[in-house]
Nanobody, 122 residues
Framework: QVQLVESGGGLVQAGGSLRLSCAASGRAFSSYAMGWFRQAPGKEREFVAYISWSAGYTNYADSVKGRVTISRDNTKNAVYLQMNNLRPEDTAVYYC???????????????WGQGTQVTVSS
């Protein structure tokens, strides 16, 4: 069992930056693949980025590639999402998730946080 708590969201102007954090508690965090997803009002939850348990593999959605970096610190049971050059279309609730394997499919992740709101003003 893994519990996930996101933080770091907020209101930022277009072009600004935010760093989201996801704190994990429970056993064997370092064995889980971690993903970030987001959901805007009226839209389905969509993949943003994932990172393998060892941080050896990462992947990003085309919409954020070059602007977002996912990282993890297994000694701190945490995963991060550094977001730069934010755009209004990045506005959404951002969720971190833990699962057995790296995938862009939300349904494959077993544990989810409650989400943190990111709002980008134009």
């Amino acid at each position: 069992q893994v519990q996930l708590v996101e933080s770091g969201g907020g209101l930022v102007q277009a072009g600004g930056s935010l760093r989201l954090s996801c704190a994990a508690s429970g056993r064997a965090f370092s064995s889980y693949a971690m993903g970030w997803f987001r959901q805007a009002p009226g839209k389905e939850r969509e993949f943003v980025a994932y990172i393998s348990w060892s941080a050896g593999y990462t992947n990003y959605a085309d919409s954020v590639k070059g602007r977002v970096t996912i990282s993890r610190d297994n000694t701190k049971n945490a995963v991060y999402l550094q977001m730069n050059n934010l755009r209004p279309e990045d506005t959404a609730v951002y969720y971190c998730a833990a699962g057995a394997r790296i995938t862009t499919m939300a349904g494959a992740y077993d544990y989810w946080g409650q989400g943190t709101q990111v709002t980008v003003s134009s």
